[in-house]
């Protein structure tokens, strides 16, 4: 089992930046593909970004290539989500998930993942 907790989100205005943290809990957090998913509500879970166990593959949605950047540190069990350029769609509560382990094939549909944080809100004021 992992154990997920984002930070990092909160208000900013269009254009501007932040950087979400995803820790996990466990010892094989290394082992797992990473992903970030975001969710308003009534709508469905989308995916944002994900990267592979290794760090070596990474996958965007279209609608944040150039603007997000995904990248992982496994001795420090931490995922990170750069995000650039933000606009008022950007604004969401974003999900840490943890899916497929020992692969460089980089999921990105939600069914994939099994653990999930508990979400971190981003709201981009125009």
């Known amino acids: 089992q992992v154990k997920l907790v984002e930070s990092g989100g909160g208000l900013v205005q269009a254009g501007g930046s932040l950087r979400l943290s995803c820790a996990a809990a466990?010892?094989?957090?290394?082992?797992?593909?990473m992903g970030w998913f975001r969710q308003a509500p009534g709508k469905e879970r989308e995916f944002v970004s994900a990267?592979?166990?290794?760090?070596?593959?990474?996958a965007y949605a279209d609608s944040v290539k150039g603007r997000f950047a995904i990248s992982r540190d496994n001795a420090k069990n931490t995922v990170y989500l750069q995000m650039n350029s933000l606009k008022s769609e950007d604004t969401d509560v974003y999900y840490c998930?943890?899916?497929?382990?020992?692969?460089?094939?980089?999921?990105?549909?939600?069914?994939?993942?099994?653990?999930w944080g508990q979400g971190t809100q981003v709201t981009v004021s125009s």
């Open positions: 998930a943890a899916g497929p382990r020992y692969t460089e094939i980089v999921a990105t549909t939600s069914d994939r993942y099994n653990y």
């Open positions: 466990g010892r094989t957090f290394n082992t797992y593909t």
């Open positions: 990267i592979s166990w290794s760090g070596r593959n990474t």
